[in-house]
């Protein structure tokens, strides 16, 4: 049963940082490409950044880039997001999603994805 679950979650500061978890059980990380994506309230999913399954190919979203880095353990089953300089747009469920190396607008949603962890920046 495949399983994802992110972590890392919470309350930052603009100019602050924050890094995100994502364990992964019941299938092999290492054989899949992967993706964090996001929700605003009242929004629809936005990606945000997705990794080969090697790490040979790496994107972000022009909104992020320079700002978050994303990475990957396959030994551990884990896939990472580091966000630095957060901003309040920033402010968002994260998910990662499995199979996808990137997605826009309504087909980020075909994608298996766990309970999500809320980002909140903010003074």
């Known amino acids: 049963q495949v399983q994802l679950v992110e972590s890392g979650g919470g309350l930052a500061q603009p100019g602050g940082s924050l890094r995100l978890s994502c364990a992964a059980s019941?299938?092999?990380?290492?054989?899949?490409?992967m993706s964090w994506a996001r929700q605003a309230p009242g929004q629809g999913l936005e990606w945000v950044s997705g990794?080969?399954?090697?790490?040979?190919?790496?994107d972000y979203a022009d909104s992020v880039k320079g700002r978050f880095t994303i990475s990957r353990d396959n030994v551990q089953n884990t896939l990472y997001l580091q966000m630095n300089n957060l901003q309040p747009e920033d402010t968002a469920m994260y998910y990662c999603?499995?199979?996808?190396?990137?997605?826009?607008?309504?087909?980020?949603?075909?994608?298996?994805r766990g309970q999500g962890t809320q980002v909140t920046v903010s003074s």
């Open positions: 019941g299938f092999t990380l290492g054989m899949w490409s």
């Open positions: 990794i080969y399954s090697d790490s040979t190919k790496i």
């Open positions: 999603l499995k199979g996808v190396f990137s997605c826009e607008g309504p087909v980020c949603d075909d994608f298996e």
